[in-house]
């Protein structure tokens, strides 16, 4: 997916862990293109989002955080809005995003 | 997800952020208020996902703080900015106190971060993209910095 080498920190560490997001959420490795959305590279804070799309699954937003590192709060975060996601009553006025 | 590397991929919520449009609704108060009840109801919906308790609204220790605050503030011991403004709010607190103390409040599973731009909006289906926080809290901590966010970007101190 990634056009060109990614050259800094973040970017690289992105790069690294997107077959493995794939692979996680049971979608193709092949066939994404993708966008720079934000990024944030502080002392303390560093975290960097891409908009993905594949041809036959749609858009997505690709986020990596590599400080702080927080792994159990990352974690708990990610799971409390899979619940949500669950349970959220979906209307055509009113939606909540879908961890994949 | 990807717990070691902190990475996560979610669905991609098209539109604009919420604030876009409360800035465009500006001059039109009506326009505003169904954007904000909108909202309310997005709020209440993602409440109901875990709703904890019930409780006894009891804001007494939260109203003694501010009228600590207040008493410092007028006997020059702590300089703020908009004095009147802070100590007129105290005063409306205290007001507010006894018309909703010790009524029944909920608790549910907070959002966090409930501002305007923490909503996407595509004219017609609201979307909440960024959720901070895994506690429970009463429903009123979203909706006021709902509120707070609004009032402090598209409000002027004179019409509060």
Redesign the interface.
Known sequence: MWLAEPTTKLGK??H???S???E??Q?PIVGWSYVSLSKREDKNLAHISY??EHPRH?????????RT???AA?????L??E??SR???R?????????? | ??????????????GLPFSEFMRDATDDHTRQLELLQ?AG??LD??H???VSETRIFQPKHAVSYYHDLSEKIQAGDLKIAAKPLILHGVERLSELTTKYSDQQAVSA?QYGDFHMRNLIFDG??????N??R?QAAPVGHDIARLLLNYTAILRGSKEL
Not at chain 2, 2 to 11: K, R, V
């Open positions: 560490a992105a690294a862990a997107w493995g997001v794939l996680e959420a979608l908009l993905v749609g858009l997505f937003k690709y986020r990596l955080q590599l590192r927080a792994q990352f974690a708990a975060h990610y409390r809005l619940k949500a349970v959220f009553q209307t055509a006025r009113l939606s909540l995003i879908k961890p994949m | 997800m990807d717990i070691a590397n902190q990475a996560n991929l979610t669905t991609y919520a098209k909108h109801e997005w919906a993602y109901r996902t875990k599973v017609t289906c609201l979307t909440g993209i959720i901070s895994n």
